[in-house]
């Protein structure tokens, strides 16, 4: 069992930053591929970026590639989220999430992911 906290979420202007982050508990955080997912009310959960379990490999929505950053911190059990050139569009609540796997690489749909946090609000205003 793994056990997901993020935080990091807040009220931000449009063009701002914010940072999320995402401590995980419980199993060997370096053998989880992590991934970051939203959800805007009324629509799907949609996926954000992911990391591979040494942090080698990365991979980006197209609607964030070049705005945002994912990266991990296998020492502290820990992946982040940096998030620059904030649009509204970007307002959703962002889950964390790990995938189980022995193999490298990224994972990028949910059914691909074990574990869930409980999800940080961002909201972008214009």
């Known amino acids: 069992q793994v056990q997901l906290v993020e935080s990091g979420g807040g009220l931000v202007q449009a063009g701002g930053s914010l940072r999320l982050s995402c401590a995980a508990s419980?199993?060997?955080?370096?053998?989880?591929?992590m991934g970051w997912f939203r959800q805007a009310p009324g629509k799907e959960r949609e996926f954000v970026a992911a990391?591979?379990?040494?942090?080698?490999?990365?991979y980006y929505a197209d609607s964030v590639k070049g705005r945002f950053t994912i990266s991990r911190d296998n020492a502290k059990n820990t992946v982040f989220l940096q998030m620059n050139s904030l649009k509204p569009e970007d307002t959703a609540v962002y889950y964390c999430a790990a995938a189980r796997t022995v193999l490298g690489g990224v994972r990028s749909g949910t059914g691909e992911y074990d574990y869930w946090g409980q999800g940080t609000q961002v909201t972008v205003s214009s």
């Open positions: 990391i591979s379990r040494s942090g080698g490999s990365t």
């Open positions: 419980g199993r060997t955080f370096s053998n989880y591929a």
